[in-house]
């Protein structure tokens, strides 16, 4: 089966084509500090045999979290623990990658206000965003950069920018919540600026043997906002910093979406076309038939289940042919 062939971007070898994508754990206390619940989940899923592991929404900045429970890539402090986590993923046979993130106006907790491009809120419930001066872009741009050093100082295999779901970078992105009228709003080239410099200031620290994903939503599901053919755009201005783009899709407002089987597997698979770079396809996939039938295709090069591993961290072992893959010695006798 395709699912269980290995598969290669720069020098990360993975021993399959399954990820687990980013899943925030609400987990963390202030510190922002990985602790033994991270350690087993996280852990876990690569015992139950999944080719990459990303680890969840990890703030690059106190006020870049989403909530105070999130995990924390801004201070040394935090080194030990990733490192930690780095090491127990990979001696189980994954490998691994962080998504650093900056939540700007869907930051909800107390360690200071919440920044957005312009002062637009998320809905009517959420706080007011402070409006990012130029001196405060380049200051989380900079926060960017120590957050994919010590990323390196922790030994992940790749990193994961968050450009999704409504966060800082997707807030910069989308017409919707930037009306700013300097060099960092208006046109889809200024609104990508604050990415590119992102991406720019990373690969100055970030080894170029280790790939970079981005994580994108491909549409923001309302009128004037994103939709695919902006996004394409997008990925194109900023494709020779990336190896992958992660397709997800929503987020930036409270819009609805229909969702169901697959629904977002159009997305990665024009973004893979029209912008001639691997994805990873994501939503609502939870059987083997699906997987193979996207990466048979050649629809996705990899293929996520979020809610699928948090209910089953063995699906791996499960779905696959036992001639396929090495199942843990400890567990051999459940899996002839
Ligand atoms: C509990 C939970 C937490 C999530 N946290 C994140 C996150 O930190 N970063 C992210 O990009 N997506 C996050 N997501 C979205 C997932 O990565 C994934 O795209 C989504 O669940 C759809 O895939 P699924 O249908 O296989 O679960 C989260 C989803 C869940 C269920």
Redo the contacts with the bound molecule.
């Keep these: 089966m395709k699912a269980f062939e290995g598969y290669q971007v720069k020098n990360l070898v993975l021993k399959n084509k399954i990820v687990m ?5 609400y987990s963390a206390d202030e510190t922002g500090q990985v602790n033994d619940f991270h350690l087993v989940h996280y852990t876990t899923r690569a015992v139950g045999g999944v080719g990459l592991v990303i680890v ?2 990890t703030g690059v900045a106190p006020n870049g979290r ?1 909530s105070d429970q999130d995990l924390g890539i801004w201070s040394n402090e935090q080194l030990s623990g990733l490192q930690k986590l780095v090491q127990s993923v990979q001696k189980h046979g994954a490998k691994i990658a962080i ?1 650093l ?1 900056h939540a700007g106006r869907k930051y909800t907790g107390t360690a200071g206000t919440p920044v957005a491009p312009s002062p637009l809120k998320f809905d009517e419930n959420s706080l007011q965003p402070h409006e990012l001066s130029k001196d405060e872009i380049h200051a989380i741009v900079n926060s960017f950069r120590e957050a994919a050093k010590r990323a390196e100082q922790a030994g992940f295999d790749a990193i994961e920018i ?1 450009g ?2 409504g966060y800082l970078v997707h807030q910069f992105l989308s017409p919707l919540s930037n009306v700013r009228e300097d060099e960092y709003g208006g046109s889809l080239e200024n609104r990508s600026r604050f990415l590119k410099e992102i991406l720019q200031a990373v690969t100055e620290v970030w080894p170029a043997e280790k790939p970079i994903l981005l ?1 994108v939503s491909a549409s923001d599901y309302v009128e004037g906002g994103i939709n695919l053919e902006a996004m394409v755009q997008i990925i194109n201005q900023v494709k020779s910093d990336l190896s992958m783009v992660h397709v ?1 899709s929503g987020g930036l407002t409270p819009a609805n979406i229909k969702a169901y089987p697959g629904y977002q597997l159009n997305f990665a698979q024009r973004i893979k076309e029209e912008c001639r770079i691997p994805t990873i396809a ?5 059987e083997i038939n699906m997987i193979e039938e996207i990466l048979a295709n050649g629809r996705a090069d990899l293929v ?5 591993l ?1 209910r089953n961290p063995y699906f791996v072992l499960r779905a696959a042919n036992k001639e396929q893959i090495v199942v843990p010695t400890q567990y051999a006798r459940a899996f002839h």
């Design positions: 994508p980013p899943m925030c754990m969840e929404s989403i998504q993130n968050h999704a779901h994580r997800s994501v939503g609502l996939i939870t996520a289940l979020g809610r699928e948090l």
